[in-house]
């Protein structure tokens, strides 16, 4: 099992702890390092007694369900904060001056506060975990559902849907993808060095072209899950346009598709099979990969088709 190191954390006072420190709880709060310290042993634990044993098959499943706690923690406790503004707000707009509304109004207002800093708490944790996961088992972490707000270790993780509707509206800052969009579709197949190799040149030709890329992809396994590594390397927001098997069926990947496109794409990039010569044989073209491809360029879109080098 390779050593997990912990999450760099600076050494002077970090935003959190400054967060932290201006609620004036009487109790202490973790430090910035002690819950990247958590996350990144939880993790370090629970790979550590399945490594080797019957229950490494169930290896993914496992860490990323204790990653994906956290991540619905932060997302309960964020709702908590978004209430108590909402009571804030009410609490202001009704203010009579008293002392009773007055004391009502900081209760709110505390709550609020509160509830944030847990919040980024279970974010940290949440990130050191998924760091630990990345460095021993070379996979990235993808929210299963929500937004995964930026920290200070990740680029943030959107929801195609909620991008789509910011595109209509141009009003929630939260949900645009503040950067122009390339999207990208890979075949399950095309998961070798090769691959990878073709994959990251394309990507970063693309962030050459467009500093501020926002990559969406639908995270299906194989080619995509390339991208979404070299996303997280290079710390490019990620935009998951993921495919519904329950409502659309067999037509999930298609419509998926239609998800992408409707991001208003700047270029897409396509690879519909794998680049290595073993694997060039057997296998057939991915259908997925190749609608994209078509759509863009029937709806005039950049389309970029990733191919073997030439030498």
Same mark, same amino acid.
């Given at each position: 099992?390779?050593?997990?190191?912990?999450?760099?954390?600076s050494? !002077?006072? #970090?935003?959190?702890?400054?967060? +932290? *420190?201006?609620? %004036?709880?009487? $109790?202490?709060?973790?430090?910035? @390092? /002690?819950?990247?310290?958590?996350?990144?042993?939880?993790?370090?634990?629970?790979?550590?007694?399945?490594?080797?044993?019957?229950?490494?098959?169930?290896?993914?499943?496992?860490?990323?369900?204790?990653?994906?706690?956290?991540?619905?923690?932060?997302?309960r406790i964020?709702?908590?904060?978004?209430?108590?503004?909402?009571?804030?707000?009410?609490?202001?707009?009704?203010?009579?001056?008293?002392?009773?509304?007055?004391t009502?109004?900081?209760?709110?207002?505390?709550?609020?506060?509160a509830?944030?800093?847990?919040?980024?708490?279970?974010?940290?944790?949440?990130?050191?975990?998924?760091?630990?996961? !990345?460095? #021993?088992?070379?996979?990235?972490? +993808? *929210?299963?559902? %929500?937004s995964? $707000?930026?920290?200070?270790?990740? @680029? /943030?993780?959107?929801?195609a849907?909620?991008?789509?509707?910011?595109?209509?509206?141009?009003?929630?800052?939260?949900?645009?993808?503040?950067?122009r969009?390339?999207?990208?579709?890979?075949?399950?197949?095309?998961?070798?060095?090769?691959?990878?190799?073709?994959?990251?040149?394309?990507l970063?030709?693309?962030?050459?072209?467009?500093?501020?890329?926002?990559l969406?992809?639908?995270?299906?396994?194989g080619a995509?899950k390339?991208?979404?590594?070299?996303?997280?390397?290079?710390?490019?927001?990620?935009?998951?346009?993921?495919?519904?098997?329950?409502?659309?069926?067999?037509?999930?990947?298609?419509?998926?598709?239609?998800?992408?496109?409707?991001?208003?794409?700047?270029?897409?990039?396509?690879?519909?099979l794998?680049?290595? @010569? /073993?694997r060039?044989?057997?296998?057939?073209?991915?259908?997925?990969?190749?609608?994209?491809?078509?759509?863009?360029?029937?709806?005039?879109?950049?389309?970029?088709?990733?191919?073997?080098?030439?030498?």
């Amino acid at each position: 099992m390779q050593t997990l190191s912990t999450p760099t954390v600076s050494k !002077t006072d #970090s935003a959190f702890d400054d967060l +932290t *420190a201006s609620l %004036g709880d009487p $109790r202490p709060h973790p430090t910035e @390092a /002690a819950l990247a310290q958590l996350g990144s042993a939880l993790m370090s634990e629970l790979l550590d007694v399945l490594a080797g044993t019957a229950l490494e098959d169930f290896q993914t499943l496992l860490a990323e369900a204790l990653i994906g706690a956290f991540h619905s923690a932060a997302q309960r406790i964020e709702r908590d904060a978004d209430r108590a503004r909402d009571a804030m707000r009410s609490l202001d707009r009704d203010f009579d001056g008293s002392e009773a509304a007055d004391t009502e109004l900081q209760e709110a207002t505390l709550r609020a506060r509160a509830a944030d800093v847990a919040t980024e708490a279970a974010e940290r944790i949440r990130d050191a975990a998924s760091e630990a996961y !990345t460095v #021993s088992t070379g996979e990235v972490w +993808t *929210a299963w559902r %929500g937004s995964r $707000r930026g920290a200070y270790l990740t @680029a /943030a993780q959107l929801e195609a849907k909620a991008v789509i509707r910011a595109i209509h509206v141009r009003k929630s800052d939260a949900a645009d993808p503040c950067g122009r969009v390339v999207a990208f579709r890979g075949a399950p197949m095309a998961d070798t060095a090769e691959d990878a190799r073709r994959i990251f040149d394309a990507l970063n030709w693309a962030k050459a072209e467009w500093p501020d890329m926002a990559l969406a992809t639908t995270g299906a396994k194989g080619a995509e899950k390339l991208a979404i590594k070299w996303a997280a390397q290079k710390g490019v927001k990620l935009v998951l346009a993921r495919a519904d098997f329950n409502a659309n069926g067999k037509a999930a990947p298609f419509r998926a598709n239609d998800d992408l496109l409707a991001l208003e794409p700047v270029c897409c990039l396509t690879l519909s099979l794998s680049l290595d @010569a /073993a694997r060039s044989v057997a296998q057939r073209s991915f259908g997925p990969a190749l609608n994209l491809g078509q759509k863009a360029e029937q709806s005039g879109r950049r389309h970029v088709s990733i191919r073997r080098r030439t030498h």
